[in-house]
């Protein structure tokens, strides 16, 4: 896979587009999509090379992320807690783990999810409570996580629980085969992404043995800030910088193609041409300050965590923005949900509560920004 961004555009406008209105209409999670991502690679975009995937890194996903969220949010999001979890399996996973879940990728198609958020701690998701109980040499887990992308579409779950040490937590991989796991599949109803299956997951006595945990004991925070934050926090700037792009491609069509009576097309309104301006104009920014975030990451810039929380809590805020200029332009038949923009304002407002969520990031963005530690 050479040009990463092109290809995801030719993937989304073949195997997304046909399914993206019914993801949201029906809630349906979208697997004929997921399906086409397995057989034309994307699932293993960073899968190693030696294990049959294509070795991609930061820039990439990023890339495929903006691509799929220019046609569908819901499908750019799930893909993106796959290749989050996924990073955290490269970095982290056992010899044995990896050939394991990366030929299920590669060979089958599966993917894998995030299964960090709880009720309790909600954004905090960094400081897990379910228990984890060690028994020889076994680990007992109980609890519930509170909203998981993909449940029961996923074959593997990342689990954050507390280490026997003190005050630190490890990462977990849970299969969804294993005994124990349920879903609680109808308490997902959200505004938008309302394909994303994000219901809670309830663990009742499951037991792994540490061949499930990735990276040494207590290593669970170091893997939540080195790996999850830059692949998650840059992969949420791609997926609402595309829902903004998004945007502006529906309204400005819309507004070209909608005629009055005497033959003249709303675009030929100043006002309307005024908000179309600032609509692309903030989708530009965003897909450029995450792009640019995204490569400051890949090449280890001194000032790649600040460019990452700012490009991921400016492209939050751009959606929304874009989405409400949108509406505007779109009037009643946006407003009559006879264009997407409705759906696409829907999809963008889950960018600002997602966690960290866009006021706990400007927050860590200020602390960096200050010479102080996060979080
Ligand atoms: C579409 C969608 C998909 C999701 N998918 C997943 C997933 O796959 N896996 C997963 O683990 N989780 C997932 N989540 C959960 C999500 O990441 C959050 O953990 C969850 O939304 C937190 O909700 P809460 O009501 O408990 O937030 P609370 O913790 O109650 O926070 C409520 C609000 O208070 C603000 N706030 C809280 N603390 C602070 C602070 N210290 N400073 C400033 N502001 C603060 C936040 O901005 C937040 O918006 C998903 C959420 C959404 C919306």
């Known amino acids: 896979m050479n040009n990463v961004y092109q290809e995801g555009k030719d993937f989304a406008k073949a195997y997304i587009q046909p399914y993206t209105e019914l993801t949201d209409k029906e809630s349906k999670f979208p697997e004929e999509s997921f399906k086409e991502l397995g057989e034309k690679g994307f699932l293993k975009l960073l899968v190693p090379e030696e294990y049959g995937g294509f070795g991609k890194g930061l820039e990439e996903h990023a890339q495929a992320c903006l691509a799929f969220a220019e046609t569908c949010s819901t499908t750019a999001l799930c893909y993106m807690m796959h290749n989050v979890a996924l990073m955290c399996v490269v970095t982290h996973g056992s010899d044995e783990l990896k050939k394991k879940i990366f030929s299920d990728i590669v060979e089958k198609g599966e993917f894998l999810a995030l299964a960090f958020s709880e009720i309790g701690t909600g954004t905090h998701f960094y400081n897990p409570e379910i228990s984890a109980e060690v028994n020889g040499e076994n680990t007992i887990f109980n609890g519930t996580k509170s909203m998981v992308t993909s449940a029961t579409y996923a074959s593997y779950y990342l689990v954050l629980a507390p280490s026997v040490e003190e005050g630190k937590i490890n990462n977990w991989v849970f299969p969804m085969e294993k005994q124990g796991l349920t879903f609680e599949m109808s308490n997902w109803n959200g505004l938008g992404m309302r394909g994303n299956s994000s219901c809670p997951m309830h663990i009742d006595h499951v037991t792994l043995d540490s061949s499930y945990r990735l990276g040494e004991e207590g290593s669970g925070e170091e893997q939540v800030f080195n790996v999850v934050a830059p692949f998650f926090i840059t992969g949420l700037g791609s997926v609402y910088s595309g829902t903004a792009m998004h945007m502006f491609e529906e309204v400005s069509n819309h507004a070209v193609d909608r005629k009055y009576p005497d033959g003249s097309s709303l675009s030929t309104i100043e006002m309307v ?51 409400r200029l949108a509406m505007r332009v779109g009037g009643g038949k946006a407003y009559n949900k006879a264009l997407p923009i409705e759906r696409l304002l829907r999809d963008s407002y889950a960018g600002q509560v997602m966690a960290p969520s866009s006021d706990v990031l400007t927050i860590w963005l200020g602390k960096t920004l200050t010479g102080q530690m996060i979080p």
């Open 273 to 323: 041409q005024t908000h179309i301006g600032h609509i692309y104009k903030n989708a530009a920014a965003a897909i450029a300050i995450t792009l640019d975030a995204a490569s400051a990451g890949a090449n280890e810039e001194s000032d790649a965590l600040a460019k990452i929380l700012a490009a991921r809590v400016f492209a939050s805020e751009a959606a929304i923005e874009c989405g």
